[in-house]
């Protein structure tokens, strides 16, 4: 107690009531390449029409739009978008291949001179099809003007009463920057002095913008973790839990994603076979034989489904196989929101895939036998019930209780939300004191799991044996979490025994 200097009452206050925190268990991430947006920067969308503004729509290179839109139409409702073009050298940002469309407008003087310059929002193709429309303002024609975007012809944007004075609050660089989505203004005629600054009224398209798809390759997908390019992007986002490159299904990326996982081991990597293998190549690719020569993919981290998914293609109106990847994290998302992450996300209702036509492979049960037992999640079609996720496999080849998608992610669950919400014993006495403090905090949170069906059992241990003395003189306290998960009904035998009319069933039950 503290140092009192004369009688009285002083109360203080001892906090017992820490808790373990709830964490997000289907937020998703998907790389690619996109129609616009910013390139290698994460951006959040929680919508199929956010996907749209942000980032266009579908385009015929790239699978990430029809991905990100299965993964909504599936339930998934939390998702970060890296937009993805090809670096000349990878560590090096200034040399990426994407450009954005821009026009110079002059100034309206007799001898005109390079006034603005009026760049597209970001890199691509896009930007060449807006235009913009400079006009006089009815108000003050004289010393205002008016800019209206044009995108695709189409009037999208319009600002009003712009000067070219920097020390009105209406001067075109306010105005515009940060508030447009399609365009951003730099002021290029700053010095010139002398009559009134006005440019040039008339309509002015934006041009020579690049998508930067040329040599795109896996490593431009991977990045590189010193400047956060590729999936290396997502390494800021904490609260992640899935991640895809949807339509890249090269042994490479798959190895460098699945690398990436296991170094954060927050996260399980959806991947994806290439569209057009028959079942018994999936099963070569998988382990690395056949015609492929890459060592077998093998994390708990990871997960690989087949086959694609057919749609019809919005672009064409013709069908259209798609990669499944975006499918399968909703259908997560979709488990999480109706049960627990502990939930298989998979079979007739929580694996249960919407919005397609059909499939680009319909397995048979004696090809479901062979993919399942080597790590590959059967995509199945039923004509009772649809199409649906059939497996909820990683890719471990040691068995074990993470070979399975439900207990990895239940395991990947508890490890953050105990770490996260632990970390008030950081600094305190490594005595018993703190020991009970963490276990009040821990074990509550185990039995909720445990009663909600979890867990069968667990136990928490954090006390002399698992800190000795010589741990402690460390400055190191050590705890240990056993833990029973609940394992998933995954084959399912129904025995029919047939007795004679007169026997009495508690003879053989």
């Known amino acids: 107690m503290g140092s009192y200097l004369s009688p009285g009452l002083y109360p203080k206050e001892t906090d017992f009531s820490f808790y373990v925190k709830q964490i997000s268990t289907s937020v998703a991430a998907m790389v690619g390449i996109a129609e616009k947006g910013p390139i290698n920067k994460p951006v959040l ?10 980032f266009g729509a579908y385009i015929a290179e790239s699978y990430l739009a029809y991905a990100a839109r299965s993964f909504f139409d599936n339930g998934g409702a939390v998702l970060w978008v890296v937009r993805v073009a090809h670096y000349g050298t990878i560590t090096d940002k200034t040399t990426l291949a994407a450009k954005r469309s ?33 006009t006089a303002n009815e108000d003050a024609p004289t010393s205002l003007f008016d800019i209206t975007v044009l995108n695709r012809g189409n009037k999208v944007e319009k600002f009003v009463g712009i000067s070219m004075e920097r020390s009105q609050e209406t001067f075109i660089e306010t105005m515009l920057n940060d508030r447009s989505i399609y365009i951003t203004v730099e002021d290029i005629g700053a010095s010139i ?59 490479s990326l798959i190895s460098s994603a699945i690398g990436y996982a296991e170094s954060r081991k927050d996260l399980l990597f ?12 999936v099963v070569e690719f998988r382990k690395g034989q056949g015609a492929y020569t890459h060592a077998a993919f093998n994390s708990s ?104 998608i439900n207990v990895r992610r239940l395991m990947m669950y ?17 005595h ?54 609940t394992r998933t009904a995954e084959f399912i035998e129904l025995n029919f025994i047939l007795t004679s009319s007169g026997a009495d069933f508690s003879e053989v039950l």
């Open 270 to 281: 959806i991947a994806e076979a290439a569209a057009h293998l028959e079942p018994s190549e």
């Open 45 to 54: 969308v929680t919508s199929w029409e956010q996907f749209t503004r942000s």
């Open 102 to 134: 821009a026009v110079v407008l002059q100034d309206s003087q007799s001898t005109p001179v390079d006034m603005l310059r009026i760049s597209a929002l970001n890199e691509g193709t896009w930007g060449d099809k807006v235009s913009i429309v400079v």
């Open 414 to 430: 508890m490890e953050k939300a105990i770490s996260q919400s632990s970390r008030f014993v950081v600094f305190e006495p490594n």
């Open 301 to 404: 981290y990871a997960s690989l489904y087949y086959p694609w998914l057919e749609i019809q293609d919005p672009l064409t109106a013709k069908s259209k196989l798609i990669p499944p990847s975006g499918a399968v994290a909703g259908c997560i998302a979709r488990s999480d929101q109706k049960t627990q992450v502990w939930y298989a996300p998979a079979g007739t209702d929580r694996g249960r895939i919407f919005g397609i036509l059909g499939l680009a492979y319909k397995t048979s049960q004696g090809e479901r036998d062979t993919l399942y037992p080597s790590g590959v999640n059967v995509i199945a079609s039923f004509t009772d019930s649809g199409v649906n996720i059939w497996g909820q496999r990683t890719l471990q080849s040691q068995p074990s209780a993470t070979d399975r």
């Open 193 to 251: 002095a002398g009559a009134l600054r006005m440019p040039a009224f008339g309509t002015f398209a934006l041009t020579s913008g690049s998508d930067g798809l040329d040599s795109l390759g896996d490593i431009d997908f991977v990045g590189d973790p010193s400047i956060r390019t590729g999936i290396y992007a997502t390494s800021e986002i904490d609260e992640l839990n899935m991640l895809m490159v949807p339509g890249i299904s090269s042994a």
């Open 432 to 485: 018993q004191q703190t020991w009970r403090s963490l276990a009040r905090t821990v074990e509550p949170f185990l039995q909720d799991i445990k009663i909600k069906g979890g867990l069968y059992d667990f136990a928490f241990q954090c006390d002399e044996e698992t800190n000795t003395p010589a741990v402690i003189d460390r400055n190191e306290m050590i705890a240990r979490v056993f833990v029973k998960p």
